[in-house]
């Protein structure tokens, strides 16, 4: 039997839902979401750990400076936790405030010092590229802000742990995404809007999914390339690896796979903060992420538990039975998208969306911002 559709969406992810909301409760057209896991929400599913709300895929903290991004989810959180992100990186036998601030250089200094005298540090050992212009990867960003030791005390090794390439082949916005400050300011973001969904991010895509009111079916463990024969959809959206839509015409994209282990400690509290990096040991994880800390409110609602929850990170290659979750932004990789690109503008039927179908970073703000503005253009066409 074939279904009839106005949407298939492929993807249950928060760029998948975004447009399945926007399209069914404002253009009231039908979509069929498909998501090959067995769960909808993506790579922010939450799953619940011994009484804490605990991220399968690695904790997931919302920042924007786009009230319209921020304005839009709220209308599925009926509010929001304020949080603080605090991150601390575990180098060379010390804890260090990441990223990098003037605590970093106090301690590996191992004294008080002023902003002035971090600064002059810094001016003494960037590193300018040996080309006219500015820097052309990854290795050559991070040497032109903060010299060579820095550079290898906090990223080198972590980056060749997280990505599986050395930094010289990357983008220099990878190695970028973390601000580099000579103030007490640490915390991982500046921007406006710093929180959390109060309930969690599943109960967001919950009512997300109620918003859609009877226009949209969401069907897990679905494959799309298993069923796409037995829908008869007028318009596409693909959120998947665009390599895979086009049978790898191309060749491979490269993309990075995370793996998540969980344990449960009994203690109130295992680890200083939310997030500890390893960039210099022989730990095969990047990062330890303790989710009762703050960060999600779980921390203060369930403050009298004996247990605790920390996630591992353990990078890995994207290969059979692997989920992809991040573009891996190397030369080789960006101009083998480019191909990519110029057959999907030929696919009036179908538009590619979120970060693995677009070859790009893109943080959740920045993957719901671009739904926003992708639905803008359906709108549109009707
Ligand atoms: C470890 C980790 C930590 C992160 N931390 C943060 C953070 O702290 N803050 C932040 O802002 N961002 C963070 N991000 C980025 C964030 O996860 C993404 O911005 C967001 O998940 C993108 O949503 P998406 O819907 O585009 O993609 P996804 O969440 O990947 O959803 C895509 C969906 O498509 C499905 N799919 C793919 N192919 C098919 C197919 N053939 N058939 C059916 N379904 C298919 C997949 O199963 C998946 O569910 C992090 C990412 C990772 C991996």
Same mark, same amino acid.
């Given at each position: ?22 399209? #069914? ?18 790579? +922010? ?13 690695? !904790? ?44 970093? =250089?106090? @301690? ?62 990357? *983008? ?36 997300? !999914? ?7 079916? !969401? ?23 665009? *390599? ?8 491979? +994209? ?27 040991? *022989? ?30 990170? =353990? ?19 960006? #101009? ?5 690109? *110029?057959?999907? +503008? ?9 970060? @693995? ?14 739904? +926003? ?10």
């Amino acid at each position: 039997m074939t279904l009839n559709t106005d949407y298939l969406i492929v993807g249950a992810g928060i760029t998948g839902l975004t447009l399945a909301e926007r399209i #069914s409760s404002q253009l009231n057209k039908r979509a069929i979401v498909v998501d090959h896991r067995n769960h909808f929400g993506g790579n +922010l599913f939450d799953a619940n750990l011994c009484g804490i709300r605990c991220p399968k895929y690695g !904790l997931h903290y919302f920042h924007t400076n786009h009230k319209h991004v921020y304005d839009y989810l709220s209308l599925f959180t009926r509010w929001w936790m304020t949080s603080r992100y605090e991150i601390m990186s575990w180098t060379d036998g010390k804890m260090y405030p990441f990223p990098i601030c003037l605590g970093t =250089y106090e @301690l590996f200094m191992e004294r008080e010092c002023t902003e002035d005298e971090f600064k002059e540090y810094l001016a003494l050992n960037r590193i300018a590229p040996v080309h006219e212009g500015p820097p052309k990867n990854g290795e050559e960003a991070i040497l032109a802000q903060v010299g060579l030791e820095f550079y290898n005390k906090f990223y080198r090794n972590y980056t060749i742990k997280q990505w599986g390439v050395d930094p010289s082949l990357l *983008d220099p916005s990878v190695l970028l995404r973390h601000p580099i400050r000579t103030d007490r300011n640490c915390s991982r973001s500046t921007d406006t809007y710093q929180c959390m969904p109060y309930r969690g991010y599943l109960l967001m895509f919950n009512n997300m !999914l109620e918003a859609c009111r009877d226009n949209a079916t !969401l069907l897990v463990n679905t494959d799309y390339f298993d069923y796409k024969d037995k829908i008869n959809a007028e318009h596409i959206i693909y959120t998947g690896p665009i *390599d895979r839509f086009f049978n790898y015409q191309f060749g491979r +994209l490269p993309y990075r796979s995370i793996r998540h282990e969980v344990k449960v400690y009994n203690a109130r509290r295992y680890q200083y903060c939310a997030q500890v990096n390893f960039p210099n040991d *022989d730990k095969k994880y990047t990062r330890a992420i303790e989710v009762r800390h703050t960060i999600t409110g779980e921390y203060a609602k369930y403050g009298d538990t004996s247990k605790t929850a920390v996630i591992y990170e =353990y990078p890995q290659k994207y290969e059979g039975g692997t989920e992809p979750v991040f573009p891996i932004l190397t030369e080789e990789g960006k #101009s083998t998208y480019l191909k990519y690109q *110029d057959v999907a +503008l030929d696919r009036e039927d179908v538009t590619f969306a979120g970060g @693995l179908a677009t070859f790009q970073y893109l943080n959740i703000a920045e993957s719901v911002e671009q739904a +926003l503005a992708t639905f803008e253009t359906l709108k549109k066409r009707h």
